[in-house]
């Protein structure tokens, strides 16, 4: 089996030779609190002092079965209710502000309004998606969720793609994040956003759309050079029936769209569907090559070494492209608590802001985070382009640094801080407080020369004498400090 | 660490060698020409027409029938139009792009595109900005040339994009290029303090890490850029005193700024400004005329400003938009996506004048117009002949300059 090797640009590998003898065996040493925060940094959306303490006091087993085993969500918040345009329509025709046959500048202004309407609810979603992000009891569900919108990518606000469809969309990703990939793939496949963002919902057997056919190889499951432009043709063709009903927003296949000649796809011939384009993808090794490359690339670390894919590939074969299984090994593995793996991932602008809140014990986000999330270069169901974002290095500019440690002051010297809670508890001697901000929030990932010039900021070195750790100044101080913090190096890795 | 070697990077003497007219457009670039400056002292100002400007009634061909056959409601009428011959000429809210032509320093590159167009915005954009039709590449044509350019390791300013958000032709594997809207937003909100500012400085250096990542090292530097860029920008522009009429519009302020960076010494070889929404679906004409007065009163208001400090001969402009719109109006007196459209490229460094030919009215691409000139081909023209680097390995491919730089 030849695995293409594609070596991205700002995706960088740990220092350091593998040892794929002992990488996916289970993990046997030591567990403490770094470790805990570690598994929760990857397997979720970071977690609270407190989770963390729980986590650790746990073993590893403890803490990984906690995680693969979804506790209820039923108790979360419902998402928002999303803009309806036909409601919208039926409101204006009763208002009299249209008529039944609108002339060009009602259809303006029917335009526009249902531009707003969905551009509003775009924001309340993303806004209940991270909420949900910072408040589930089961982060690895919702951090696979994510994994998902970014491999299977649909983008909102063009090609007619509603947010009632991302939605729909976020929930497909939601129920199967520990399930079977290719079972994944193929409701992807026929999922109302994907099939209109990809253009398979304008295919028919007279004009076959080659859009989605092609993205379904090159970047959901196979990867570049895995299979030849005939293929992209012919899966195209086994593609064709599929159409979004217009009244229903829901897919639908329509017998007489399909084309049903024989066509030849990967070295198989047969009247294939688009349900037979699945399987015989992944029947091919490079599938699971390529969803393990993909799956070590979010979860282990960038650019893993052609054995390591090669060893979770057998794993994802094995289990039939089960999920479960697969992430539970990752999970425990002996690779996954090295020292190549740990902080060897570049925090997304997403985890980096949810991170915070859960950090600093805060629960709900608001407008001024998912601003600050623009500046970081990522906004929810609205992914650059289809191969989703780039990830590693690429995250990094001047420009998005500044967002982010922006966001961190502007969120440290906001009124919630008090209702985090653990602002009070930081102890009003220097030295203590900065051993304990950095054990907190960095798990001692600095050096005794930073704790040292942290107590010497808390104590109001480079101010007046006023500027010493007080009563007065208690509040501004340990927000300062703990600002300073989370600037610190450590904190931009997951 | 483990990163990919750019291929220029470690194969630039022997590119340089099996292809002699890369050495002779090099050396051109290197060797001021009469009255211009040396490839080091050049500046290259790219501006991005967002949305989709509509190129037949920017270069209006008002020689040509069809044009108000297809356009009755929109077209523009011939009288109004600012006649370069008698078959083409400026949409009249132009009229100051216009006398940049008549002095010699702007060129009209006609009909351009690329095979197999795209007519998403999302997507068009991004081949206009990574210059990779056929694949989803992440780093910019902009990017890759401030990558392979060895310019100043240190220096923090190569490159510049005005704008909220880095946009894609300049995100780059090794150069960090700072987004600066505007200069009073540009900065840590925990320097005002300057206890946190030094506590900041010494904490992002902090070398001791009880633990290795492949990533510390990027970290470090770009949190320390962060602090420094903010910082230096400020102290690099003051004092200037700008000497051109800039409308009071969003690239009149994006180009006085660019102006001001370019005669600091900031040594910035690429700045990237932006203007729209050219996206003109409904009513066209309010739109599109608005637009493109802003454009080029501020672009006469910006080489003003150059040539006021010596500056205007270093400097070659740019623009581009994601593609052109169809030829005929719709419903709505307005035009939708489409395919070929017009650029300028305008300064010191320009022969003026029409290049490429202009696209047949007759002969479409189901009602858009076919391109003419490949838009690598004007990229490839800018790297070359302006900014002297060879444009095969940052375009991907080998593109023939044309002769308006």
């Given at each position: 089996?030849?695995?293409?090797?594609?070596?991205?640009?700002?995706?960088?590998?740990?220092?350091g030779?593998?040892?794929?003898?002992?990488?996916?065996?289970?993990?046997?040493?030591?567990?403490?609190?770094?470790?805990?925060a570690?598994?929760?940094?990857?397997?979720?959306?970071g977690?609270?002092?407190?989770?963390?303490?729980?986590?650790?006091s746990?073993?590893m087993?403890?803490?990984?079965?906690?995680?693969?085993?979804?506790?209820?969500?039923?108790?979360?918040?419902?998402?928002p209710?999303?803009?309806?345009?036909?409601?919208?329509?039926?409101?204006?025709?009763?208002?009299?502000?249209?008529?039944?046959?609108?002339?060009?500048?009602?259809?303006?202004?029917?335009?526009?309004?249902?531009?707003?309407?969905e551009?509003?609810?775009?924001?309340?979603?993303?806004?209940?998606?991270?909420?949900?992000?910072?408040?589930?009891?089961?982060?690895?569900?919702?951090?696979?969720?994510?994994?998902?919108?970014?491999h299977?990518?649909?983008?909102?606000?063009?090609?007619?793609?509603?947010p009632q469809?991302?939605?729909n969309q976020?929930?497909?990703?939601?129920?199967?994040?520990?399930?079977?990939?290719?079972?994944?793939?193929?409701?992807?496949?026929i999922?109302?956003?994907m099939?209109?963002?990809?253009?398979?919902?304008?295919?028919?057997?007279?004009?076959?759309?080659?859009?989605?056919?092609?993205?379904?190889?090159?970047?959901?499951?196979?990867?570049?050079?895995?299979?030849?432009?005939?293929?992209?043709?012919?899966?195209?063709?086994?593609?064709?029936?599929?159409?979004?009903?217009?009244?229903?927003?829901?897919?639908?296949?329509?017998?007489?769209?399909?084309?049903?000649?024989?066509?030849?796809?990967?070295?198989?011939?047969?009247?294939?569907?688009?349900?037979?384009?699945?399987?015989?993808?992944?029947?091919?090794?490079?599938?699971?090559?390529?969803?393990?490359?993909?799956?070590l690339?979010?979860?282990?670390?960038?650019?893993?070494?052609p054995?390591?894919?090669?060893?979770?590939?057998?794993?994802?074969?094995?289990?039939?492209y089960?999920?479960?299984?697969?992430?539970?090994?990752?999970?425990?593995?002996?690779?996954?608590?090295?020292?190549?793996a740990?902080?060897?991932?570049?925090?997304?602008?997403?985890?980096?802001?949810?991170?915070?809140?859960?950090?600093?014990?805060?629960?709900?986000?608001?407008?001024?985070?998912q601003r600050?999330?623009?500046?970081?270069?990522?906004?929810?169901?609205?992914?650059?382009?289809?191969?989703?974002?780039?990830?590693?290095?690429?995250?990094?500019?001047?420009?998005?640094?500044?967002?982010?440690?922006?966001?961190?002051a502007?969120?440290?010297?906001?009124?919630e801080?008090e209702?985090?809670g653990?602002?009070?508890?930081?102890?009003?001697?220097?030295?203590?407080?900065?051993?304990?901000?950095?054990?907190?929030?960095?798990?001692?990932?600095?050096?005794?020369?930073?704790?040292?010039?942290?107590?010497?900021?808390?104590?109001?070195?480079?101010?007046?004498?006023?500027?010493?750790?007080?009563?007065?100044?208690?509040?501004?101080?340990?927000?300062?400090?703990?600002?300073l913090?989370?600037?610190?190096?450590?904190?931009?890795?997951? | 660490?483990?990163?990919?070697?750019?291929?220029?990077?470690?194969?630039?003497?022997?590119?340089?060698?099996?292809?002699?007219?890369?050495?002779?457009?090099?050396?051109?670039?290197?060797?001021p020409?009469?009255?211009?400056?040396?490839?080091?002292d050049?500046?290259?100002?790219?501006?991005?027409l967002?949305?989709?400007?509509?190129?037949?009634?920017?270069?209006?061909?008002?020689?040509?029938?069809?044009?108000?056959?297809?356009?009755?409601?929109?077209?523009?009428?011939?009288?109004d139009?600012?006649?370069?011959?008698?078959?083409?000429?400026?949409?009249?809210?132009?009229?100051?792009?216009k006398?940049?032509y008549?002095?010699?320093?702007?060129?009209?590159?006609?009909?351009?595109g690329?095979?197999?167009?795209?007519h998403?915005?999302?997507?068009?954009t991004?081949?206009?900005?990574?210059?990779?039709?056929?694949?989803?590449?992440h780093?910019?044509?902009l990017?890759?040339?401030?990558?392979e350019?060895?310019?100043?390791?240190?220096?923090?300013?190569?490159?510049?994009?005005?704008?909220?958000?880095?946009?894609e032709?300049?995100?780059?594997?090794?150069?960090?290029?700072?987004?600066?809207?505007?200069?009073?937003?540009?900065?840590?909100?925990?320097?005002?303090?300057?206890?946190?500012?030094?506590?900041y400085?010494?904490?992002?250096?902090?070398?001791?890490?009880?633990?290795?990542?492949?990533?510390?090292?990027?970290?470090a530097?770009?949190?320390?850029?962060?602090?420094?860029?903010?910082?230096?920008?400020?102290?690099?522009?003051?004092?200037?005193?700008?000497?051109?009429?800039?409308?009071?519009?969003?690239?009149?302020?994006?180009?006085?700024?660019?102006?001001?960076?370019?005669?600091?010494?900031?040594?910035?070889?690429?700045?990237?400004?932006?203007?729209?929404?050219?996206?003109?679906?409904?009513?066209?004409?309010?739109?599109?005329?608005?637009?493109?007065?802003?454009?080029?009163?501020a672009?006469?208001?910006f080489?003003?400003?150059?040539?006021?400090?010596?500056n205007?001969?270093?400097v070659?402009?740019?623009?581009f938009?994601?593609?052109?719109?169809?030829?005929?109006?719709?419903?709505?007196?307005?035009?939708?996506?489409?395919?070929?459209?017009?650029?300028?490229?305008?300064?010191?460094?320009?022969?003026?004048?029409?290049?490429?030919?202009?696209?047949?009215?007759?002969?479409?691409?189901?009602g858009?117009?076919?391109?003419?000139?490949?838009?690598?081909?004007?990229?490839?023209?800018?790297?070359?002949?302006?900014?002297?680097?060879?444009?095969?390995?940052?375009?991907?491919?080998?593109?023939?300059?044309?002769?308006a730089v």
């Amino acid at each position: 089996m030849a695995i293409a090797h594609t070596d991205v640009a700002g995706m960088d590998r740990p220092a350091g030779r593998l040892d794929i003898g002992s990488a996916l065996r289970e993990y046997t040493g030591p567990w403490n609190v770094r470790l805990a925060a570690h598994l929760l940094r990857r397997a979720g959306f970071g977690g609270t002092p407190a989770d963390i303490e729980r986590a650790a006091s746990h073993s590893m087993n403890g803490a990984v079965d906690a995680l693969v085993h979804f506790p209820s969500t039923d108790a979360l918040p419902q998402p928002p209710q999303l803009f309806d345009p036909r409601a919208m329509l039926r409101d204006m025709l009763f208002a009299g502000q249209i008529s039944l046959k609108p002339d060009d500048t009602q259809k303006r202004e029917i335009g526009k309004q249902i531009r707003q309407g969905e551009r509003r609810s775009l924001i309340d979603l993303q806004r209940w998606w991270l909420n949900r992000m910072i408040q589930t009891p089961a982060p690895l569900q919702e951090k696979l969720t994510l994994y998902f919108h970014g491999h299977f990518t649909t983008a909102a606000i063009q090609k007619g793609v509603t947010p009632q469809m991302l939605l729909n969309q976020n929930r497909l990703f939601r129920t199967n994040a520990l399930g079977n990939l290719r079972e994944l793939t193929w409701q992807v496949s026929i999922d109302p956003g994907m099939m209109l963002y990809l253009d398979n919902a304008r295919s028919d057997a007279a004009h076959p759309n080659e859009n989605y056919a092609r993205e379904l190889m090159e970047l959901f499951t196979l990867g570049v050079d895995q299979y030849a432009e005939k293929d992209v043709r012919e899966s195209a063709r086994a593609w064709t029936g599929w159409i979004v009903a217009r009244r229903t927003g829901k897919s639908q296949f329509v017998a007489s769209r399909h084309d049903n000649g024989s066509k030849t796809f990967l070295g198989e011939t047969g009247n294939w569907s688009g349900r037979d384009v699945v399987d015989i993808i992944y029947k091919q090794p490079a599938s699971a090559a390529f969803w393990a490359t993909s799956l070590l690339n979010f979860f282990l670390y960038n650019d893993p070494e052609p054995e390591l894919v090669s060893a979770v590939a057998s794993l994802l074969r094995k289990n039939d492209y089960n999920l479960a299984p697969v992430m539970s090994t990752l999970l425990r593995s002996t690779i996954f608590y090295s020292p190549r793996a740990y902080r060897a991932l570049v925090k997304s602008p997403v985890e980096f802001v949810t991170g915070t809140y859960k950090a600093l014990g805060l629960t709900q986000l608001d407008e001024r985070a998912q601003r600050a999330l623009v500046q970081m270069g990522q906004i929810l169901f609205y992914p650059p382009n289809v191969a989703g974002w780039p990830g590693g290095a690429n995250w990094l500019t001047s420009q998005t640094m500044i967002a982010r440690q922006n966001f961190l002051a502007g969120l440290v010297n906001s009124p919630e801080m008090e209702q985090g809670g653990w602002m009070q508890d930081v102890p009003m001697k220097a030295a203590q407080a900065s051993s304990d901000l950095i054990a907190t929030i960095l798990q001692d990932d600095a050096s005794a020369t930073a704790r040292a010039q942290l107590a010497s900021y808390l104590n109001g070195s480079g101010t007046s004498a006023l500027g010493m750790l007080s009563a007065e100044n208690y509040q501004e101080r340990v927000r300062g400090a703990a600002y300073l913090t989370m600037a610190m190096p450590a904190y931009q890795l997951a | 660490m483990h990163r990919k070697q750019f291929l220029l990077g470690s194969l630039g003497g022997i590119v340089m060698v099996a292809n002699t007219q890369h050495v002779f457009a090099r050396a051109l670039a290197d060797t001021p020409l009469p009255g211009l400056p040396g490839a080091a002292d050049r500046c290259l100002v790219v501006v991005n027409l967002q949305g989709g400007n509509d190129g037949l009634n920017c270069i209006v061909p008002h020689g040509d029938a069809q044009y108000y056959q297809l356009r009755p409601s929109i077209a523009v009428p011939r009288g109004d139009v600012l006649g370069i011959d008698n078959h083409i000429g400026f949409n009249p809210a132009m009229r100051s792009m216009k006398a940049l032509y008549d002095k010699g320093m702007l060129a009209v590159v006609q009909g351009v595109g690329y095979p197999d167009p795209d007519h998403s915005h999302f997507r068009s954009t991004e081949i206009w900005q990574t210059a990779v039709p056929a694949k989803y590449e992440h780093t910019g044509w902009l990017g890759r040339y401030l990558d392979e350019a060895a310019l100043p390791k240190d220096n923090l300013f190569n490159g510049v994009a005005i704008a909220q958000v880095l946009p894609e032709a300049l995100v780059a594997e090794r150069t960090d290029v700072p987004a600066i809207a505007q200069v009073n937003g540009y900065g840590l909100l925990s320097d005002r303090q300057s206890d946190s500012r030094s506590a900041y400085r010494k904490l992002v250096g902090d070398d001791r890490l009880p633990f290795d990542s492949p990533y510390l090292a990027h970290v470090a530097q770009i949190e320390d850029h962060a602090q420094k860029g903010s910082e230096e920008l400020p102290k690099l522009i003051a004092g200037y005193k700008p000497a051109g009429a800039y409308p009071a519009t969003p690239l009149g302020r994006s180009l006085s700024l660019a102006a001001q960076i370019i005669a600091s010494k900031a040594g910035t070889r690429v700045l990237y400004v932006q203007h729209g929404s050219f996206d003109t679906h409904i009513n066209q004409k309010a739109t599109q005329d608005r637009l493109l007065g802003e454009l080029a009163d501020a672009m006469k208001a910006f080489y003003d400003d150059l040539e006021a400090h010596g500056n205007d001969k270093r400097v070659l402009t740019m623009t581009f938009s994601e593609f052109g719109r169809r030829i005929a109006e719709n419903a709505s007196r307005g035009t939708d996506h489409g395919e070929a459209s017009p650029l300028f490229l305008a300064g010191g460094g320009v022969k003026g004048g029409v290049y490429g030919a202009y696209p047949d009215l007759g002969d479409t691409n189901q009602g858009n117009l076919r391109f003419g000139t490949d838009f690598r081909s004007v990229y490839a023209t800018v790297l070359e002949r302006w900014l002297g680097r060879p444009s095969e390995g940052i375009l991907q491919g080998k593109f023939p300059t044309i002769a308006a730089v």
